[in-house]
């Protein structure tokens, strides 16, 4: 598969880093969703970016997955502010994070974010739904090349917030060996 074709934001964030190299190829077949099938981290409900039971959490709404890109809303909770009414520049960072990590699991591997490139563009009330969505650009190895991006209001409303990542395959051991509860 190539990259999927998406409507992007004309210039991204990526850095040298966050960018796959000549030939890197987004995966033919996405895997079976690790969110269903994995046993330590299925649907787990205490993820400040998508869980249920976390009390301050985000809660990131998956709302679609197609052709290499997936969909989700995200509401801006007061908990969430920076500057009095505005979202926190680190908590949309978080959204990307997760939508970038979403978009890197349904490639079918285990993936932990090693390098996060966010642009804030305009901010983002108290209040607002953010229309998030993100792909992968290519991988390498164990190296995976995501991007993504959040408009306000609607999923053609104003861009906000533009991330680029690269993210590293990992065993499921990771998810364990270091764990402290
Ligand atoms: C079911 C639930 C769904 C879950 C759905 C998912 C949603 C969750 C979304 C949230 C995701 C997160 O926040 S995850 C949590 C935040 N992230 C972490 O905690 C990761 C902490 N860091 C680490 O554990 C480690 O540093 C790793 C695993 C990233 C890499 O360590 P390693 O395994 O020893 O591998 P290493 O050799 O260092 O790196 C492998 C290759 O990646 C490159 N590389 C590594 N880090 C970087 C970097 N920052 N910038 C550039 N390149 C890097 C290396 O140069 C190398 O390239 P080359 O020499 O091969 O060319």
New binding site residues.
Partial sequence: MTTPSVDRLPAGPASS??TPPPGAAVPEEAGP??????G?????AG?F??GEESPHGLRLRRTGHADGVVRAEYVVQRAHQGAPGLAHGGVLA?AM??????A??LLGR???????ETDFLRPVPVGATLHLRAWCRGV????AYLEGEGRVGAPDGPPAVRAAG?????PRE?FTKERMN
């Fill in positions: 880093r966050t969703d690790p969110r269903l099938t994995d330590v981290l299925a649907g787990y993820c970016g998508c978080t994070d997760e939508m970038l990590g979403w890197a699991w285990r993936y932990v974010t090693g390098r996060l390498d190895g164990r190296k690269l993210f590293v395959e990992v990771h």
